[in-house]
């Protein structure tokens, strides 16, 4: 597998390399050269393979002879160790609940995956692994669970202060071992923009083996792709052969892998970019003027990104097309008010508990239906967090129903430990440098 940098596409690097320099010096990100069409005769018989089965394939497909079929296959079994389920909430409207796994986010296919290509890659001896990532709200749990214990590597995860839920904030801050974290004075975006500038760094790059877990790393993408491809086979079973797909979209990396996999050969009718107030994308979409803005905080905190770093990615994708990317892509912005009404109408009318960021893709749906009535296709939203994160948004008759999973009471009697900094990129590199 062979990729360029989005700045600069006769930049060639092998997926090796990509997966641990993350981001290229000139602040592109990698692509790969060629995305191949998966067989025909898999896709066309796609509903008799199991998650792995699909993840191999589709992994294989695109990393061509980077890592030896047996070696792929038993990384896939390890990570892709639990099941994402589309569940039915009506004849045509289905939940693509992905907060199966050990972080309770969709996170844990990318974070769990990206981890063992790079102790798979990692060899004895060789110095020191440091991973930055930036996080929102899920993407560091997800990354603390991945990573934790694995040898070699080290990880320093950045959030913003007060944005993260308090079960968010233990899953970064209670794991010790080779994680650490820093609570930055800022919002995501100043978290995502001290990563970024360590990558760019000469001084830190001399002295360190620094590589990123965000979803700027190719390797957290491409396992995204597999539940697209496992949802699609899920419907395909039960006789449902069109589908769109609403996604809630923050970094818009989960949208870009849903977009590469319809470029490997996915059947998808069209994707919804579904996001909270920070509505870069939607405002683009409609105006053909992009202009990011700093972030604001909401309900779905995952998603309070102002400068999605995936969307250079799904542009590329559509060779900067515009138009022809909007032949696909349609996106739509939603308050707290309306994320809370919709909270409570999928328990009214569908019976089912939904954190804010999944209920902002389920009014996504709700939309499109009523500016598209002749479609009818069957509409998938992406659940991508469980709802338990978020205790304090819920009304308190339908906070009452959520389950608490077992491994969040378990966190409540670790201690926790973050190192705090301002949004200062000298204090960042200093913090770096001295411990």
Not at 214 to 241: C, D, E, H, M, V
Not at 383 to 402: E, M, Q, V, Y
Request: overall charge negative.
């Amino acid at each position: 597998m062979i990729l360029y940098s989005t700045n600069n596409k006769d930049l060639r690097v092998s997926f090796k390399e990509a997966v641990f320099n993350s981001m290229p010096q000139d602040k592109g990100l990698y692509m790969p050269l060629e995305i191949p069409q998966l067989d025909a005769d898999f896709i066309q018989n796609i509903e008799q393979y199991s998650l792995p089965e699909i993840a191999y394939q589709v992994a294989s497909t695109l990393l061509k002879d980077e890592i030896p079929a047996a070696d792929l296959q038993a990384l896939i079994n390890d990570a892709i160790n639990f099941e994402a389920p589309a569940v039915k909430l009506d004849n045509k409207t289905f939940v693509l609940e992905l907060f199966h796994g050990p972080s309770l986010a969709f996170k844990d296919f990318g974070a769990r995956f990206m981890s063992r290509v790079m102790a798979y890659f990692l060899k004895d001896g060789e110095q020191l692994l440091d991973v930055l990532v930036a996080t929102s709200g899920d993407t560091g749990g997800a990354v603390a669970l991945g990573f934790l214990g694995v040898p070699n590597t080290r990880v320093t995860i950045l959030y913003p202060e007060g944005k993260v839920s308090p079960i968010q904030e233990l899953q970064l801050t209670t794991n010790g071992s080779n994680i650490r974290a820093i609570e930055v004075k800022g919002t995501f975006d100043d978290c995502q923009t001290l990563v970024k500038q360590a990558f760019a760094d000469e001084e830190l790059n001399a002295k360190f083996r620094l590589t990123s877990a965000n979803s700027i790393n190719i390797s957290r993408l491409i396992p995204q792709t597999f539940y697209y491809f496992n949802t699609y086979a899920q419907l395909k079973r039960q006789g449902l052969n069109e589908l769109v797909f609403a996604v809630p979209s923050g970094n818009f990396g989960n949208i870009g892998a849903g977009l590469l996999a319809y470029k490997l050969g996915l059947p998808v009718k069209q994707f919804i970019a579904a996001t909270n107030i920070n509505d870069t994308v939607p405002r683009f979409l409609e105006s053909g003027i992009y202009q990011t803005r700093p972030s604001s905080q909401t309900y779905s905190n995952a998603m309070d990104v102002g400068a999605p770093s995936n969307w250079i990615r799904i542009m590329d994708l559509f060779d900067q097309d515009v138009d022809q990317l909007k032949n696909v892509v349609t996106s739509y912005r939603f308050t707290d008010d309306e994320t809370l009404e919709g909270i409570i109408d999928l328990d009214q009318k569908l019976n089912y508990v939904a954190c804010p960021h999944t209920a902002i893709a389920y009014l996504a749906v709700e939309k499109y239906r009523k500016e598209n009535l002749a479609d009818n296709s069957a509409a998938v939203f992406l659940s991508t967090a469980h709802a338990c994160k978020f205790p304090d948004i819920f009304p308190a008759d339908i906070a009452a129903k959520i389950d608490i999973p077992s491994q969040v009471t378990a966190l409540e009697s670790l201690p926790k430990h973050a190192d705090q900094l301002e949004a200062d990129f000298d204090g960042f590199k200093r913090y770096l440098l001295n411990n």
